[in-house]
């Protein structure tokens, strides 16, 4: 079983910058792909970004190119998500995702297998 916790998330104002964090339990978490989820109010949940299990692919959506960074380190257990240039559109609740096995790197909520219980990003105008 795969436990997942997020934190990082925050009030900022538009164009400031989070750190999201998800840590991981569990014995194969470095063999994981990764991804990261956000839902607004009224909204369904939406891909943001995702990694392969190895850390060297990544893939993010339109809306988050060049603003958002996801990283790994299977060390310590932990997927990150930097997130910079803040938009007030940006405000959702954060998920983070794993998959238990694949090779490469995967955009569809139907792909994952655990869930975290998700961390409140706002970003006033």
């Known amino acids: 079983q795969v436990q997942l916790v997020e934190s990082g998330g925050g009030w900022v104002q538009a164009g400031g910058s989070l750190r999201l964090s998800c840590a991981a339990s569990?014995?194969?978490?470095?063999?994981?792909?990764m991804g990261w989820f956000r839902q607004a109010p009224g909204k369904e949940r939406e891909f943001v970004a995702a990694v392969n299990w190895r850390g060297g692919t990544t893939n993010y959506a339109d809306s988050v190119k060049g603003r958002f960074t996801i990283s790994r380190d299977n060390a310590k257990k932990t997927v990150y998500l930097q997130m910079n240039s803040l938009k007030p559109d940006d405000t959702a609740v954060y998920y983070c995702?794993?998959?238990?096995?694949?090779?490469?790197?995967?955009?569809?909520?139907?792909?994952?297998?655990?869930w975290g219980q998700g961390t409140q990003v706002t970003v006033s105008s």
């Open positions: 569990g014995r194969t978490f470095s063999s994981y792909p």
């Open positions: 995702a794993a998959r238990q096995g694949g090779a490469g790197y995967y955009t569809t909520e139907a792909s994952y297998d655990y």
